[in-house]
């Protein structure tokens, strides 16, 4: 596609729910990132894959996060049983081959946990 | 630990003026740099990259690098009300090809 497409845009949880946040690349793009960027903060990593390899989940807060990307393109985030605390905006970005040049974000999924 | 330090602001610049983020950087090996702008509810959108001491030019902004210093800096000549974003500095730090790490970034108001 154009751009990195993430959907649901918003999601409201009541706590202890899972949710699933979905994440589609730029098409070609090898590297997919996941950030959480909680209101008035700089995004925080929480982990990456090059085609359908995790290489780094040193930044998911919980044993609760988890993440895939089972054929090296579209990605899912998914929270198990979440709290308040997860509240935030999940931002989705993706780049070509090599992960040290620009990085094209997703509008990103607001959570909300209630 | 990865660290890149920005002040939160705001910085308060009038319409035609200079406005100077600033942003240091605590692992001495890294080698790239991204300045990104966020406009309130929307994503970030690159505005400059630099990899090399020195000043890089693109328009009414400026990217200056000081690896001894670990300081890099964007400068916006002009400023325009459009410009009032927050902005993220960006470093991959060492060994390099690594994800990027994000300030919390400065919010900057351009005042007509």
């Known amino acids: 596609g154009a751009g990195v497409s993430q959907s649901p845009r918003y999601k409201v949880a009541k706590r202890g729910q899972d949710v699933a946040l979905r994440c589609d690349p730029i098409s070609g793009h090898v590297s997919l990132f996941w950030y959480q960027q909680a209101l008035g903060q700089g995004p925080e990593f929480l982990t990456y894959?090059?085609?359908?390899?995790?290489?780094?989940k040193s930044g998911l807060p919980s044993d609760r996060f988890f993440a895939e990307r089972p054929e090296g393109s579209v990605s899912t985030l998914k929270i198990q049983r979440t709290q308040q605390e997860d509240s935030a905006v999940y931002l989705c970005?993706?780049?070509?081959?090599?992960?040290?040049?620009?990085?094209?974000f997703g509008q990103g999924t607001r959570l909300t946990v209630v | 630990q990865k660290e890149v330090e920005q002040n939160s602001g705001p910085l308060s610049v009038p319409e035609g003026a200079i406005a100077s983020l600033n942003c240091t950087y605590s692992d001495r090996g890294s080698q790239s740099f991204f300045w990104y702008r966020q406009y309130s509810g929307k994503s970030p959108e690159l505005i400059m990259f630099i990899y090399s001491n020195g000043d890089k030019e693109d328009g009414r902004f400026t990217a200056q690098l000081n690896k001894a210093s670990q300081y890099v800096s964007l400068l916006i000549r002009d400023s325009q009300p459009s410009d009032s974003a927050t902005y993220l500095c960006?470093?991959?730090?060492?060994?390099?090809?690594?994800?990027?790490?994000f300030g919390k970034g400065t919010r900057l108001s351009v005042i007509a």
């Open positions: 894959f090059q085609n359908e390899a995790q290489l780094d």
């Open positions: 970005a993706s780049t070509t081959d090599r992960v040290d040049t620009e990085a094209f």
């Open positions: 960006a470093v991959n730090p060492p060994p390099g090809n690594t994800p990027l790490v």
